[in-house]
């Protein structure tokens, strides 16, 4: 499986990265937010905007006892799971509002559903494809459910082992899924450059035949660029219209200028990568003048016998190659040389002196 469809857009190696803006929670509970993130974003070059379909109802239960309080190494730290939820969820409504205005704005807009109510809603919503988040990867019928609708998916594997991977994507296989793509996720927030583990996209991409790519929760743009040179064919960012404004995930999300930085710098590295290639390319054949060459440098007249003081190395390279400065040595002049010639083979006599 090199490449996977959604919509019009081929994703997979030889194509193009696909760059998601993730919305998440950044749109605050308000819709016209919500409407100015999908503009931002297409302004900014993304190729699809993602949400997250759930409620606090369908993801948790409303509880405060220890097990439902976020513990240490987050930046949710002490809060209580449902209470967050409950300020982080898209409402339902919208999402096929916003579906219709990212089309209108040529963006492919898809989701992460949570549980099976919410892939229902997303089938009526004709959404274009899924994305399963990494914390849902161990949740084998909520992916084999997302499998039976045909639809191209999107599977994050932050702290998945490699063989909870393979449950999962054999699960998806077996369900009738005959599209996927796999991301590389650290599942930090935000995620330290020091155990992103890039290297482990293209064993993905090897281990299971699928395209790879990254969904990063860095600060900055340096590791999906870094990813991209790497093969990742799909980058997925947070996306918010301003760290400041408060919210559960602002503080990873890239505002506009720094998507934009990003994928103006993955759209420069996909140039860079090229193919494998020697000799000179086009731009480079300009500046095979500035390569060495031998050349006569004193007035040689015809007959007199070539040697280091009348032939050198130098620049341009217009002449005979230096690799054949010692078949030049010793031999006669065909011609008479003036200095500055670049020495070429009719110049040569046919015979080295004794």
């Not at 996977?4 to 308000?30: F, K, L």
């Not at 409620?55 to 987050?74: K, M």
Request: charged content about 25%; glycine content about 8%; aromatic content about 8%.
């Amino acid at each position: 499986m090199k490449e996977i469809q959604i919509n019009r857009r081929q994703v997979g190696a030889g194509h193009p990265v696909y760059i998601i803006a993730e919305m998440s929670a950044n749109h605050r509970q308000d819709f016209d937010q919500a409407v100015k993130i999908l503009q931002a974003a297409k302004e900014a070059g993304a190729d699809a905007v993602k949400l997250q379909t759930y409620t606090p109802d369908s993801i948790t239960i409303d509880c405060s006892n220890e097990y439902f309080l976020i513990g240490e190494g987050t930046i949710w730290e002490g809060r209580n799971l449902y209470d967050l939820y409950r300020e982080a969820f898209t409402p339902w409504e919208w999402q096929p509002k916003l579906k219709e205005i990212a089309y209108g704005l040529d963006l492919d807009l898809f989701s992460t559903p949570f549980d099976h109510t919410a892939v229902d809603f997303l089938e009526k919503m004709d959404v274009p494809a899924y994305k399963i988040a990494s914390f849902e990867v161990v949740d084998l019928p909520l992916i084999r459910r997302i499998a039976e609708t045909g639809k191209p998916i999107i599977m994050s594997t932050g702290m998945a082992t490699l063989a909870e991977i393979d449950d999962a994507v054999l699960t998806a296989r077996g369900a009738g899924a005959a599209q996927m793509a796999l991301l590389k996720c650290t599942s930090a927030y935000p995620a330290p450059p020091e155990e992103m583990n890039l290297h482990t996209i293209p064993h993905l991409a090897a281990a299971f035949g699928l395209p790879a790519g990254l969904s990063d929760h860095t600060l900055g743009i340096a590791v999906p660029v870094a990813a991209v040179a790497l093969g990742a064919c799909i980058i997925e960012k947070h996306f918010t219209l301003s760290r400041d404004i408060p919210g559960p995930d602002s503080a990873f999300s890239l505002e506009p200028r720094e998507f934009q930085a990003m994928v103006e710098a993955v759209r420069t590295t996909e140039k860079a990568l090229g193919r494998v290639q020697y000799g000179a390319s086009g731009q480079e054949a300009k500046s095979l003048t500035f390569r060495r060459s031998l050349f006569a440098v004193r007035d040689i007249k015809a007959g007199e016998v070539f040697t280091p003081e009348n032939v050198r190395s130098i620049r341009p390279g217009q002449g005979l190659p230096p690799k054949y400065l010692d078949e030049v040595l010793g031999r006669r002049a065909a011609v008479d040389l003036p200095r500055g010639t670049p020495l070429h083979w009719r110049y040569l006599g046919s015979s080295k002196t004794g």
